[in-house]
């Protein structure tokens, strides 16, 4: 099963009124997560076609602490306790990065998909998650460089593409290198969400 699903992380472009989008991907969480996992969240509301957190800071984390739920937590020990058995389960490392994705630990996402990407390198769905988290955490160049391994391992992964315009946008304030992406977002899936918001992205940098 194949996710587009658009996760809100608005952010600004020269005046502020760029409102930038990040696109998870889509067979590496439902394959490796509880379908009951999926919960909304304060910055990237799930599932979601285009939601926006106005005000909300490039990469900024939740405002106060955000506490996972007694099941999430639930889950994350099951999968722990799975894994101190079975150290090489790729499947339950990206089970639990999903877990702390979607529960806004970060960095404990990150640390999670190096231990899946350490057992299977080249999965562009991981590296696109692992790219948001990085890009929560602020880590923009660490982000960026994540999202373009990503789509170097498969050049058509149209989410980790749009994500590099994202964060050309605005995060590194290179909006030429934005609008080339988009367009080549649009060249590459005409017909995609991503290009849909990839159209709504290049007309404000036109503006």
């Known amino acids: ?14 005046a502020g009124f760029l409102a930038g989008y990040l696109v998870f991907s889509g067979e590496s969480r439902d394959a490796a997560r509880p379908a009951a996992a999926a919960s909304a ?8 076609l285009g939601g926006v957190l106005p005000g909300a800071a490039p990469g900024a984390m939740p405002s106060g602490p955000v506490l996972p739920s ?40 990150v640390e999670a998909y190096d231990k899946a990407l350490a057992l299977k390198p080249a999965d562009p769905n991981v590296l696109t998650d692992q790219g948001v988290m990085y890009r929560q955490l602020g880590q923009f160049d660490k982000a960026l460089a994540t999202f373009q391994k990503a789509n170097k391992i498969q050049p ?52």
């Open 1 to 14: 099963m194949n996710r587009h699903i658009m996760f809100a992380l608005a952010g600004g472009l020269a």
């Open 41 to 48: 969240a304060p910055i990237m509301p799930a599932p979601s």
């Open 70 to 109: 007694a099941e999430v937590q639930a889950r994350i020990a099951q999968i722990e306790a799975a894994l101190r058995m079975d150290p090489k389960n790729h499947d339950a490392w990206v089970a639990l990065g999903n877990e702390y994705f979607d529960s806004h630990q970060a960095q404990k996402a």
């Open 156 to 207: 058509s992964h149209v989410q980790s593409l749009f994500n590099i315009g994202i964060v050309y946008a605005n995060d590194l304030d290179k909006p030429g290198e934005a609008a080339k992406v988009w367009n080549k977002v649009l060249t590459l899936a005409p017909a995609s969400e991503q290009a849909a918001q990839a159209r709504q992205m290049l007309s404000q940098l036109k503006k």
